[in-house]
Nanobody, 122 residues
């Protein structure tokens, strides 16, 4: 059974940094595009970033460009999201997800983790 497990969330002050990790199991990890999404309270789940199978292509939501960096380690079946210069509006539950295409559309993703909470205080 495929599992995606996020970790690294927490409470941080505005301007601070966090690094999220997502470990995959029972998945041919290197064949999947990995994405990060987030969902703030009362809002729709939205795309944050994605990285291609071998990590040569990345794509970001405009609001996080220059502040967030997605990366992956296929040997460890893990994807990361380095978040810097965090803002209160980044507060959300962050989810990782896997899909076989290169889509920012949440409906295209086959597998999802349960999420990790990120809270940015002002």
């Amino acid at each position: 059974q495929v599992q995606l497990v996020e970790s690294g969330g927490g409470l941080v002050q505005a301007g601070g940094s966090l690094r999220l990790s997502c470990a995959a199991s029972a998945l041919t990890f290197s064949r999947y595009t990995m994405g990060w999404f987030r969902q703030a309270l009362g809002k729709e789940r939205e795309f944050v970033a994605l990285i291609s199978w071998i990590g040569d292509n990345t794509y970001y939501q405009d609001s996080v460009k220059g502040r967030f960096t997605i990366s992956r380690d296929n040997a460890k079946s893990t994807v990361y999201l380095q978040m810097s210069s965090l803002k209160p509006e980044d507060t959300a539950v962050y989810y990782c997800a896997a899909n076989t295409g290169m889509s920012a559309f949440k409906g295209a993703y086959d597998y999802w983790g349960r999420g990790t909470q990120v809270t940015v205080s002002s």
